[in-house]
């Protein structure tokens, strides 16, 4: 598909997901309205400096989506979880496709999670069913994406207090259990992709993962390839719930004990060039 005269509207622009999303798209010549709530931040002024026009707009708020989608071609929608305030999710993806069906958006692709379209009583799970049902009830053409676990996890400190990956995770998980990991740089550009061949992903629901490996298997791959340790912080699991609710200690229980029967075909095939854990460690500072 040409990108010349089409614009994706990106919601989270600011944010680590749509953040690769909307830098993405513009390298591969689609014009970006890059949605957030701060247009006047460090993050906002990059992207325009990349050529994205940068817009205000705010989940809670339909008129202001009502406005930041006008005239545009697909919409990529993603919306974060929030520990023991799933309505609030819920709301904000009803206020998307509101809006993109108002807008006659002709392909959304929507940043989801979980394993299918049964819940679970997982909260950021099944919000994520209950919400991409909402676009398809809307007519919208749909490309669901849902990539279990992002590398950025293992490095990124403000994602989950640093105890996460290395200690609460495998606590609850497994050491050994494989974890079907994806970088959030290569969810970008299969959503580019998902949007550059809508005859060929509209009305589909993508596992994604590039690489599938254990706690423990990361972190031998952490020392090999820088050389140390990942940081661990034991963390009492009455403390981390605290921080993040109870959704991930559900997720991860669930987890141990329905192991995944997840690979890596389906998407190496839409990106083979997709980085296993070695790769994407190597090459992030």
């Not at 993508?206 to 820088?226: F, G, H, M, T, W």
């Amino acid at each position: 598909m040409s990108t010349t005269g089409r614009t994706i509207a990106v919601l989270g622009a600011t944010g680590r997901q749509g953040g690769q999303v909307a830098r993405r798209l513009l390298e591969e010549g689609w014009t970006v309205r890059a949605l957030t709530r701060s247009p006047d931040g460090k993050k906002a002024a990059e992207l325009q400096r990349l050529g994205a026009d940068v817009v205000r707009a705010d989940l809670k708020d339909p008129a202001s989506l009502a406005a930041a989608f006008a005239g545009v071609h697909g919409v990529y929608s993603v919306q974060l979880p929030r520990a023991g305030s799933i309505e609030v999710e819920i709301d904000q993806g009803r206020n998307v496709a509101a809006a993109a069906a108002g807008a006659h958006v002709q392909h959304v692709v929507y940043g989801s999670a979980g394993l299918d379209d049964q819940k679970r009583d997982i909260e950021q799970w099944d919000a994520k069913i209950e919400l991409a049902q909402g676009f398809r009830r809307l007519g919208l053409p749909l490309t669901v994406l849902r990539p279990m676990a992002f590398m950025e996890l293992m490095t990124d400190p403000t994602y989950f207090p640093q105890t996460s990956t290395w200690y609460t995770m495998p606590k609850l998980l497994g050491e050994d259990y494989p974890v079907a990991w994806l970088s959030v740089r290569d969810l970008g550009a299969i959503a580019a992709k998902a949007f550059d061949d809508p005859d060929r992903f509209a009305g589909r629901d993508l596992n994604l993962a590039s690489d599938l490996r254990s706690i423990a298997q990361c972190r031998e791959i952490y020392r090999d390839v820088r050389g140390r340790t990942p940081p661990r912080f034991p963390m009492p699991l009455f403390v981390f719930r605290r921080f993040v609710g109870n959704d991930l200690i559900t997720m991860w229980r669930w987890l141990h004990d329905h192991p995944l029967q997840a690979d890596t075909a389906e998407t190496r095939e839409i990106l083979p060039e997709a980085m296993d854990v070695r790769t994407w460690l190597a090459t992030t500072s």
